[in-house]
């Protein structure tokens, strides 16, 4: 049985993203809420990294962060060396939802993004589109209408729109729930491909336990909220991963596992609270 490990730094590799001792809280009124607490991590180019924990644990939060749409109340987050201040096209965020513009098509909507680095260049940005198109397999609907797209083919469009500008890291926030069974496991393999042929850097979040023994290189394991990191699991197999592999599958059990120990500890933690020590 796989057990989570640390996994050791790449001494002769510069890291792409380093979140150093990141907190934040969110205030509204009168009242404070910890979202994240002390977190801190490493990712290399060229790993896919995978965030779980329960609900509300500030996996989105961090993610944000990273993004630059939220900042941190404490601590910094690094791409190369260089502190995130703001969005920028070097991180680029697939949502939970498509966010496709209904009045652009398939090839309009890949392409949104490049309109100003290639303002002056249409041919360019056609090409480009071409490329993705082609690589998620959508050539064909190039012309089609957001409404004439299954929610499958509006989850590639999307990854393909995220994926133009050529960002360093590609940023994925659960688009895949409210797909069907069969449309996941056909996303999945889409997604490993891409990620063979581009070597992108993707940092991606998940409840689906299999999801992220089949998608991830590393899997940080997130304590509840405030959320920390409770521990690491490196994914040791080949790609392209099969979701219903029964390696995948002892992975995912290992992780289940990690969720439900941070579970009961809390629930104990909650019926016998720690009684005061006397002095």
């Known amino acids: 049985m796989v057990a989570p490990v640390p996994t050791e730094k790449a ?20 009242q404070q809420v910890a979202a994240v607490n002390n977190v801190s991590l490493t ?22 962060m990273i993004a630059g749409f939220e900042k941190p109340s404490e601590g910094q987050i690094l791409v190369l060396d260089q502190p995130v201040t703001r969005p ?48 998620i397999h959508l050539e064909e609907f190039e012309k089609a209408r957001v409404h004439e797209l299954s929610g499958g083919m509006k989850q590639r469009a999307a990854l393909a729109r995220a994926l133009a500008p050529d960002p360093k890291i590609l ?10 069974a069969l449309t ?46 409770r521990s690491e699991l490196k994914i040791d197999l080949p790609r392209p991963r099969d979701l219903n592999d ?12 990690e969720l439900e120990d941070d579970s009961s500890e809390e629930k104990a933690a909650s019926l016998h609270p720690q009684l005061p020590t006397l002095t």
């Open 11 to 30: 001494s002769n590799q510069e890291a792409i993203l380093t979140v150093e001792n990141v907190s934040k809280r969110f205030v509204s009124g009168k």
């Open 43 to 64: 990712v290399y180019p060229g790993e896919f990294v995978v965030f779980v924990g329960p609900s509300g644990c500030g996996k989105s939060t961090l993610l944000n």
């Open 88 to 135: 920028h096209p070097d991180r680029l965020m697939m949502f939970q939802e498509h966010a496709l513009f209904p009045w652009l098509n398939v090839i309009q909507n890949v392409t949104y993004g490049l309109r100003w680095k290639y303002r002056f260049k249409p041919r360019f940005r056609r090409q480009r589109g071409r490329e993705l198109l082609k690589m």
């Open 171 to 180: 940023l994925i926030d659960e688009p895949f729930p409210a797909l069907d």
């Open 184 to 229: 996941r496991q056909k996303l999945y393999g889409d997604l490993q491909e891409i990620f063979t042929q581009t070597r992108k850097t993707i940092v991606s979040i998940t409840h689906d336990m299999r999801e992220a023994a089949c998608l991830g290189d590393r899997v940080f394991i997130f304590t509840g909220r405030p959320g920390q990191i």
């Open 246 to 257: 029964p390696k995948v599958a002892e992975y995912a059990q290992v992780l289940m596992k």
